[in-house]
T-cell receptor, first 115, second 111 residues
Framework: EAGVAQSPRYKIIEKRQSVAFWCNPISGHATLYWYQQILGQGPKLLIQFQNNGVVDDSQLPKDRFSAERLKGVDSTLKIQPAKLEDSAVYLCASSSWTGRNEKLFFGSGTQLSVL | QKEVEQNSGPLSVPEGAIASLNCTYS??????FFWYRQYSGKSPELIMFIYSNGDKEDGRFTAQLNKASQYVSLLIRDSQPSDSATYLCAVNKGSNYQLIWGAGTKLIIKP
């Protein structure tokens, strides 16, 4: 089966610019996650979607970050304007939502450098 | 206090020995516990999960859970150089089963 697709793989921008990331989850997976992983740290959940709806966006900096999941499939994450501290790997993951033991499948991530 | 704590390492283990990785968590309401492996520059991939007290074995990997002491561990038997990676502990809690992640332990297997 095809895995989680993400693009771009790398992105370099200057601070105050905007950037967008795209994710296509595994077919049939209802739950989609965006994580931010700063070097040397564990993934930090930014937003979790269940189909079209937002389950958890409590750690999403809503003044600069936005995310949408149209038709319950693809998702985009946008940062506008970017700050230096946004430099990180942005991981998209999906799961079929089997409850407490759900397995997350991760995409290859987007490495963002903000200069 | 962090919700999920791991020793950052690096933990250096000779090839063929047992590698022991530990994780503690703060919320007694946590329900499921996961070990993910992350190679440098790659994304995390699930190795094992456990939700009952005791041991769970899968090949060379054994997960151990002690809810009374609030720790979970991962043992890797017959360690191989290919096991060198960062091991992330994640804990599932709440009505939406949110995953809380530790910062990971870097494991180095020396030939």
């Amino acid at each position: 089966e095809a895995g989680v697709a993400q693009s771009p793989r790398y992105k370099i921008i200057e601070k105050r610019q905007s950037v967008a990331f795209w994710c296509n989850p595994i077919s049939g997976h209802a739950t989609l996650y965006w994580y931010q992983q700063i070097l040397g740290q564990g993934p930090k959940l930014l937003i979790q979607f269940q189909n079209n709806g937002v389950v958890d966006d409590s750690q999403l900096p809503k003044d600069r970050f936005s995310a949408e999941r149209l038709k319950g499939v693809d998702s985009t994450l946008k940062i506008q304007p970017a700050k230096l501290e946004d430099s990180a790997v942005y991981l998209c993951a999906s799961s079929s939502w089997t409850g407490r033991n759900e397995k997350l499948f991760f995409g290859s991530g987007t490495q963002l450098s903000v200069l | 206090q962090k919700e999920v704590e791991q020793n950052s390492g690096p933990l250096s283990v000779p090839e063929g020995a047992i590698a022991s990785l530990n994780c503690t968590y703060s919320d007694r309401g946590s329900q499921s516990f996961f070990w993910y492996r992350q190679y440098s520059g790659k994304s995390p991939e699930l190795i094992m999960f456990i939700y009952s007290n005791g041991d769970k074995e899968d090949g060379r990997f054994t997960a151990q859970l002690n809810k009374a002491s609030q720790y979970v561990s991962l043992l890797i038997r017959d360690s191989q150089p290919s096991d060198s990676a960062t091991y992330l502990c994640a804990v599932n809690k709440g009505s939406n089963y949110q995953l809380i992640w530790g910062a990971g332990t870097k494991l180095i297997i020396k030939p």
